[in-house]
Every structure is written in structure tokens, then in C-alpha cells.
């Protein structure tokens, strides 16, 4: 199995990493080469089986899905096998027009008419530059599944119907909603206007505020030490979320 992750964020890819190495055994692969996403690409490995998840920097997947057709097209010895794209719910209109694009992308290099539905595995047969037909799975998934929000709003969720975690992260979503309303009537003196800018920012903030009281000693390390506290077996609203992700468990 040699499977592609593209998500939006780095944040999203070291959520997404963690959780496959702790569910799935998957371990990351130091000077991994002849990896075609530059720095936006982490791989990892499991025996034979083999995972890279690409940050796409934003929520424009296209450029990145067609990439990944030309790599299988060319078919030079690392075709992938499973596509999955996992995108900010940010509206459902916003993600209806992303798979839209996405679905025009791959209709046009795979010469039929693909239609996407979400949380499920898609099965595509592409052509290769050498006539064969190759198949790839696709998934498309937008996080959370249901509801607007991001990975992190999903993650929050899943964190706060834990015990003891409850006020904590209510507190914390109060807490950024407070500044978001607050902040346009302070001057630059009193709040940089860079802070909580852009409604990504926004909507990824609270569960920084939650890390930040919950874990003060790593709030000034790297967020991948953060997420590594987590305790991923334990919570099932994420296993649930992600159960489409099970082809991935070892029997």
C-alpha cells in the first residue's frame, strides 16, 4: 500500500501523523529521499506499506490531486494506491465548489465523469503514459463532518467529552470568542492586528488556549510535542470520525 494524506496546514499534518503512527504503527522515515512535495512532505512507513501527508498551504487541493495523477501517469516506481484529501468544513458551500474542482481535475486526466462523495472510498481507474490502467482509491473527507469548523475544532470537540476537560475547553472557546469581538474596537497600541486575523486563525485558536493551560510546560515547544500527549486510543468521537481510515489497521 503506498498512500498519499494532503490536508490544508502543517498543524493538520502533524495531527494527522500522530494519529497513524499511535492507531496504525506507522513510523516516521528520517532522510526519507526522492520525495516529490519538497518540505510540505512527511513519510512514513510501515514494513512495505508506505504514507506520505503533504500540507497544501491552504484550501487549494487541485494543483496537488493533479500532481499526484501525473506522478501514478508516469508511473516510475512510486504509484500511489490511496489518495486521501481532508479539508476545513468551512462552509458547505465552500466545500461543495473545493470538490467540484477536484472532481473537474480528475475527470479531465482520467478521462470519465468523477463524482465525489464524501467519508467514503471512491475506487478510480487511471491510464498510465504506457497504456496500462491503474487503479487508486480516493477518499475526500471535511473535517468535522458535521458542522463548520477545522481539524482543530474537531479535535477540541473530541477532547472536551473527556473528563475533566469540560470547563477547560468551554473556557477556552469563550475566551477567543471574547477577543474576536472585542479586538475591533482597541487600537494598534493595544492589540496587533495580525493577531486572530483571518478566520482560520480564528477557528484554530481555542484549541491552542486549551494546549497552552492544560500542557504551560510544552506551550513554548514545538506543537508536535503537544500533540504527542494526547491520548488517541482514548478517544472514540476521533476513532469514529476517522473509522474510514481502518483499511490502514494491521490484521
Known amino acids: 500500500m503506498n498512500s498519499i494524506i494532503l490536508c490544508e496546514g502543517e498543524t493538520d499534518q ?143 470537540k473530541a477532547i472536551e467529552h473527556e473528563s475533566g476537560n469540560s470547563f477547560l475547553a468551554q473556557e477556552s472557546k469563550r475566551f477567543v470568542a471574547e477577543l474576536i469581538k472585542k479586538k475591533g474596537s482597541l487600537s494598534d497600541d493595544e492589540w496587533n492586528p495580525a493577531f486572530l486575523k483571518s478566520r482560520r486563525m480564528q477557528v484554530k485558536a481555542p484549541l491552542g488556549v486549551f494546549f497552552g493551560v492544560a500542557w504551560p510546560d510544552r506551550a513554548f515547544n514545538d506543537a508536535r510535542e503537544m500533540f504527542k500527549r494526547i491520548p488517541w486510543q482514548k478517544y472514540r468521537q476521533i476513532q469514529t470520525s476517522f473509522q474510514v481510515f481502518d483499511i490502514f489497521r494491521q490484521k
Open 14 to 156: 502533524i495531527v494527522l501523523s500522530e494519529y497513524f503512527c499511535h492507531m496504525y504503527g506507522f513510523k516516521f522515515s528520517r532522510g526519507a529521499k526522492n520525495k516529490p512535495f519538497g518540505n510540505a512532505e512527511c513519510r512514513y512507513t510501515r514494513g512495505a506499506d508506505q504514507l506520505d501527508i503533504v500540507y497544501v498551504s491552504g484550501n487549494d487541493f487541485s494543483e496537488y490531486v493533479q500532481k499526484v495523477l501525473k506522478i501514478n501517469q508516469l508511473n516510475t516506481g512510486n504509484t500511489y494506491t490511496h489518495m486521501a484529501v481532508i479539508s476545513d468544513h468551512d462552509s458547505d458551500e465552500e466545500i461543495q465548489q473545493r470538490w467540484q474542482g477536484i472532481a473537474e481535475v480528475i475527470s479531465g486526466a482520467c478521462s470519465c465523469a468523477f463524482h465525489i462523495k464524501e467519508n467514503q472510498w471512491l475506487n478510480l481507474v487511471q491510464p498510465s503514459a504506457f497504456g496500462e490502467s491503474l487503479p487508486l482509491k480516493c477518499l475526500f473527507l471535511s473535517i468535522p463532518l458535521t458542522g463548520e469548523g477545522a481539524l482543530e475544532t474537531f479535535l477540541l
